[in-house]
């Protein structure tokens, strides 16, 4: 690449923060990097200058914070990516420039990095991102702009940030303007009245039951059945109640024979995944929406001669869409599953989780229960994790690479000390910590 070649790239990546503002030099380089990352060679005449980035508002991270970011997406520790971002974000800092080509290329094949993006690349960040088509997601993410100016993401971040604050005035700013959103946007708007949600939203959920955008009909029938004394909460247990009959000891299971329109309003799907029949899809369905303080966890034990899996399936859904803890609890015991764990409150987490880990054997399924803990990991849970680490590295120390990864992920990094010994987890607990503390 020529001297001038380089001289542009720089510019971009630099641009105001290390060297005199050049507005022709700083809109040439960017010309300049989205032709580096589409592969193309310099064209023979000089880019056209362009419209320069405007002037940045956030401070850029630290250098200590800088080059902890240049040494993750080098590759040491790129796990902790996410966290890095979250944090910085969280300190109203912004990355530093020639962070930025990395960063939005990662973020174009990865979302779950997305979510702070828009924050922390700045405005020479989405003003990069308006001259290449594979960053142009960056510019729907949130940047801080309010309701009516925003992007997509702006508008989002705002409503939900609303709804934490004051739930009535989310949802009516949200009501005002239902009609006029498109449906993609009112399919991303619903589900932040889950913040907040009370009996106050019922009428205007009921009403999204109505919505032609099937996304929209299900985010509405979920949160509705999060509300015991919703209509549509009282529809379901009477529907319920047509299918489970308490005989002694015995459940007695009759499926729905059909799934008319008033069913689908409500949220049930007529067509079941391949390989499961209709009647069962749609039981297990009713039994999912029906309001669990209809029953009682006893009967967890009944003996339920016929559909027994497909009920039990309803109330683990149940369990997970009406977040109610006793149910997540004695359903755990039965099915341990990452979405039950995450139901209860943090503390219970903890506990339920260690004993998981103290009575399972390392495998896929306890990898997945550990992803629907809270982090960061309390004591309890760190002290059994570790613990299951070093008595089975004794004899299958081929087996714990995942686990180990997650400890030193998911750990409090104040607790780095319990890790002394166990392998690489504590370099990366002290690297988390040292992360953090540049970044506050």
Known sequence: MSGRWEELVSAALVGTDRRPYDGDLLGDAAVEVVRLRAGQSAPEQEPRALTPAPEEEREVVGAAAAERLARILGGEHPRVLPEWLAAAAAAGRRVPPQALPELLDKGARDRSIRAHLGVLAGRRGRWLAGLNPSWAYLLEEPTGEIWELGSQGDRRAYLGELRGKDPEAARVLLEQAWEKETPDDRARFLPLLDEGLSMADEPFLESALDDRRREVRQVAADLLTRLPDSRLAARMADRAARCLRVEGTTLVVEPPAACDRAMERDGIR???????????????????????????????????????????????????????????????????????????????????????????????????????????????????????????????????????????????????????????????????????????
């Open 270 to 440: 007529a067509r079941p995944p391949r390989g499961t029949g209709e009647r069962a899809w749609w039981l297990q369905q009713v039994v999912s929406r029906a309001p669990l303080r209809e029953w009682s966890t006893a009967l967890l034990s009944s003996k339920i001669p016929e559909w027994a899996r497909e009920v039990r399936s309803g109330w683990v859904r149940a369990a997970v869409l009406q977040r109610d803890p006793e149910w997540a609890r004695a359903l755990f015991a039965w099915d341990p599953l990452a979405d039950l764990l995450a139901v209860l409150p943090p503390v219970d987490q903890d506990e339920v989780a260690a004993d998981f880990v103290r009575r399972h054997g390392v495998d896929g399924q306890m990898i997945m229960v550990l992803g629907g803990a809270a982090t960061p990991w309390r004591q309890g849970l760190a002290q059994a994790v570790l613990s299951k680490i070093r008595q089975v590295a004794v004899t299958q120390p081929w087996n714990l690479s995942e686990l180990s990864a997650m400890a030193g992920e998911r750990i409090d990094p104040a607790l780095h000390f319990l890790a002394e010994g166990v392998g690489e987890v504590p370099g990366l607990l002290r690297f988390r910590a040292d992360m953090m503390k540049e970044l506050r």
